[in-house]
Nanobody
Framework: QAQLVESGGGLVQAGGSLRLSCAAS????????MGWYRQAPGKQRELVAR???????VYVDSVKGRFTISRDSAKNTVYLQMNSLRPEDTAVYYC??????????????WGQGTQVTVSS
């Protein structure tokens, strides 16, 4: 049973930092592209950043230079370091695991989400 458990969200003032973590279990971590998405009230879920097993990284333009995604294969964990936070970063942040390598069908798993609120 695949499970993604996010942690690290909270309330922070503008300009502050938070570090999100997502611990994965029940998947072959090395076969998955790991991503962080967010959904603000009244808006569609959007990709924030993703990282492949090989370390290829993509960021949405609005977070470039402020957020850093990384993964630790020994811990089956993906991180999102968020610096210089802005009120518009306020959203529920979701972890995603997309199986892109290895045998068998593709799989796509989501965490339960963690709230990030940035006050002005």
């Amino acid at each position: 049973q695949a499970q993604l458990v996010e942690s690290g969200g909270g309330l922070v003032q503008a300009g502050g930092s938070l570090r999100l973590s997502c611990a994965a279990s029940g998947i072959v971590f090395s076969r998955n592209t790991m991503g962080w998405y967010r959904q603000a009230p009244g808006k569609q879920r959007e990709l924030v950043a993703r990282i492949t097993h090989g370390g290829v990284i993509v960021y949405v333009d609005s977070v470039k230079g402020r957020f850093t995604i990384s993964r630790d294969s020994a811990k089956n964990t993906v991180y999102l370091q968020m610096n210089s936070l802005r009120p518009e970063d306020t959203a529920v942040y979701y972890c995603n695991a997309l199986k892109t390598l290895g045998p068998g069908p593709r799989s796509d798993y989501w965490g339960q989400g963690t709230q990030v609120t940035v006050s002005s």
